[in-house]
């Protein structure tokens, strides 16, 4: 019986011709897209559980300010994590601190030197393994991975970068700076995709206490609380209710503190570890949202599919009503008959999924490309074959039983005329086209509106000219580099600031006014300049005047406008201002300038001059002469500081990483927008294909009787586009609700107009028109009589 | 034994209201040969599909069997049908997918039939229906008679009580009809008890007796003397 019913199976598929074709193939495209996208979204999900105590594990993040002035920040100063170590806070288990390295970034392994990019280096207290627990250590002791205070940790792909082996403990690393020397204490497997910690190449925490050197009245490391630079994390005993620890720790920073001005203290928040990934530090699931979208896609594309195939196989099943009636008088029951089309189903399932597993291997690059993914996806993996399972018992579920249980149910009488399906059915088939339209209309509109958001931020006035600049990193050399290359006839401006304008400024709530509420815990970004910073990179100034050259404006702040309206300073030129221990006054406001991604507004921001603070040297090369500019700058370079590699970086190249995530969003929209058009067209194409078909008599009869080919072409391609115009009414107030939601993801945004509807409408139109009309052209076009023999 | 009382069929389209069947009583007894003749449309075919239990009554009784089948659900009739009826029409009804072997085999591959058995009786079927040479070969590659050879070795391969045919002559040019008829009429001498619905007197004859049926009623019979 099952080998029978197996060979039917087979017959019927390779019977169906380009039916199967259509349907194995849609299918197959189908299933491999939205596997890659839910795997991805799997990714997402477990994002830092390799930690075997994930779920006890927490970051404790700290608030700043209270109502609009309310910030969060995923780091603390030393001391808290001091005090979660010492092992007196009830509930921690265990603790440990994370942070950033900025102190040197070229090292030296044997006589190559390279220049580390920031975010790979990192330091972390001893014990930082054994917290978390979920980093391999290939080599080396995970309790003891700083043997000693000259010891750094590598990753695997560090040491084979540095040694040529992975096996590099005890060898030794030079910090190009200090020339001190560190040896390997161990190794770890790189980092996996799905870890929110990342660096690569880490030093003890020890190394930046001993390279501290004041903060104010803070002589320690760990007793600077005024510094926010540190990640701590802390692992609770099993039950603690984290809010109570966070408590406990706030407490101790009141205590340890005892300020007259409580508006200056923090509040200490604790955040899950596996949340760290989806959620910003306030709560806000803003890594969640794009989550859920691709989830959302991956579900849109597969209904498609299933749609489908159940169009497909309800409008082929006219063809096999005869059999079924037969099979009933023969002796068939209904679930015979089903047994025999879930077969049928399967078969056609698992020939896809063997056609998504090849389309999925060839996908697995653009994926890696798309996602910023390096690893992850391997057909070896089981839990990718669980998927794959999965999504196919799933599609069977939702496109397979529908299909079977309705030809199943045929009346065998009616279908021995060849008369298996109903009006209802036909009329099933009509709402899963309107269906499948109206998600590609969805998809289309969306495609256009984000694309066009994304056209809106580039082409956003930033405030300033970014043309021909590119900036170096010069640390206490700048000022001599300014001079040597300000008189070369390839340089236009020279300029210098604490960094480059969008890896982000230093952030204060150190700040004083007139009008300033007592106790207002306001955050502003702050910045030192070049006295000619403002003028020559083209920021515009609305009010007031530039800095003058010299120490004469060491005690003037230039702010923004956001910052003006922020403070509430009323007539601000000449205004007392006071930052950090300067006093001085107010003597000019810029016009916003933009150097932060488009989610945020720009933020409050006070320029002022402090010239030992520019470690970034800003050149604006003349139109014609970047590349000479650039070959001057490396010779200058190569002669003042031979032992550091020449680095440098467009502005333009720093603003379009600025819109690296919208624009990944505005990629993947417009692949999976085009795939579900693509599939909703396969299936169109075959319904066309079924309905000329059936109609061939009447075609020919028409045609005898003398209708033109126009009109027959007109009556097959009305009913669909009548469909396709259904799904663009029901599609357009959805779409523009989701994208209309998307938008306020941005502080700023177009509107949508018409014109987008008008556009996306015409579009599916279009695309429709050419699937159906091609059908009911080659139908129009048959010979009459042989149309007619045909039956 | 068949017999049906004041049995009643209505077609209600959403314009019209057809009665199919108006009041039939019909009786058949074991092993008879019985052929129900009349004009286009007079329910010939309706009666058949429910004494095939193919179909309900709208009104009337029906006993198939000593059983009482008018009231039965789909699925009841189904299980009754299952190799007690063999079915042949006059457009012969094979599965074109399925080669005339399988076509032969299906009855018996519903009944859970033994492989061993089955071949037995398929290959039985097929010599006896001469057509065992074609046994590989898909319908569409058969003439006329070879095909209606085939839906009588299908028929009556699970060696049904009753076998029900529709017009079976009707596609077959008259050498290979009265073939089919001879067939027919070997069957019945062997004891099945047959119906058939048939438009020819020549092959009418070939029954015991002849219901004349007319606008759903039976108006005659002839008795084959
Ligand atoms: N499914 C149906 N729906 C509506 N009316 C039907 C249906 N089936 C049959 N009829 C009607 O019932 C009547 C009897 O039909 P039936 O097919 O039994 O005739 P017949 O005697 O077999 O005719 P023929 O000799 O042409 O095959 C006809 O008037 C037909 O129109
Ligand atoms: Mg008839």
Known sequence: MLTNTLKLAWRNLTAGGWYSVLNVGGLAVVLAVSVLLLWWVKDELTFDRFHPAADRIYRINSRHGTGADEQYWQSCPAPIGVAAMSGRVPGIEKATRLAGLYDFNSLRAGNQTYAEKSNDLGYADENFLDVFGGFRVLYGNIAQPFPTPNSVVLTEAMALKYFGTANAVGKTLTVVDSNRVFSVGAVLADLPDNSSYHRKIIFPMSLRKRLFTGNGPWKLMDDDWGNFSFATYVKVAPGVDPARVAKTLTDIQNKARNTSEPGQLSTYTTQALTTLHLYEPDGHDTGLQQVRMMGLIALLLLSIGCINYVNLTTARATRRAREVGVRKVVGAESGHLMGQLLVESLLTLALSLVLAVGLIQLMIPFYRDLTGKTLGFSLLDPQVWLFLVGALLVTLLLAGVYPALLIARFDPIRSLRGRGVTGSQAGLRRVLVVTQFALATGLIFSTLVIGNQLSFLQKRELGFNKTHIFTIQTNDKTEAFRKALANESSVEHTASATTELTSGMGSTSDTEWDEKTPGRNFMMNQMSVSHNFVQDMGMTLVAGRNFREGKADSLSFIVNETAIRDMGISNPIGKRFKLHDWNGQIIGVVKDFVFSSAREKVPPTILFLRPEWNGTLYVRATGQNTKQALATAERIWKQNSPQYPFEYRFLDDAYDQLYKAEQRTGQLFRFFAGIAILISCLGLFGLAAYTAEQRTKEIGVRKVLGASIPSIVGLLSKDFLTLVGVAIVIASPVAWWAMNNWLHEFAYQISIEWWVFALAGLLAVGIALLTVSFQSIRAALMDPVKSLRSE | ?225
């Not at chain 2, 019909?26 to 003749?37: L, Q, R, W």
């Not at chain 2, 457009?91 to 058995?117: C, G, M, Q, R």
């Not at chain 2, 290979?176 to 019945?188: H, S």
């Open chain 2, 1 to 225: 034994m068949i017999q049906t009382v004041n049995l009643q069929k209505l077609f209600a389209t959403e314009e019209v209201e057809t009665t199919a069947l108006n009041g039939i009583n019909m009786d058949v007894k074991d092993g008879e040969f019985v052929a129900i003749m009349g004009p286009s449309g007079c329910g010939k075919s309706t009666l058949l599909n429910i004494i095939g239990l193919l179909d309900n009554p709208s009104d009337g009784q029906y006993n198939f069997y000593g059983t009482e089948v008018s009231k039965m659900t789909e699925r009841e009739r189904a299980q009754l049908r299952k190799g007690s009826i063999g079915f042949v029409f006059q457009s012969f009804n094979l599965i074109d997918e399925l080669t005339v072997y399988e076509n032969v085999e299906l009855p018996l591959l519903y009944l859970k039939t033994p492989a061993e058995e089955r071949k037995t009786r398929v290959e039985e079927a097929l010599n006896r229906m001469n057509i065992m040479h074609r046994r590989n070969h898909f319908p569409q590659q058969l003439s006329g008679g070879q095909q209606q050879r085939t839906a009588i070795a299908r028929a009556v391969v699970a060696k049904p009580k009753l076998i029900l045919a529709d017009e079976p002559t009707g596609n077959l040019d008259s050498k290979n009809g009265e073939e089919v008829m001879k067939l027919l009429g070997e069957l019945n001498d062997e004891g099945t008890t047959i119906i058939m619905v048939t438009h020819s007197p020549y092959d009418a004859g070939f029954a015991h007796r002849t219901v004349n049926l007319f606008d759903g009623k039976v108006v005659t019979e002839n008795i084959r003397v």
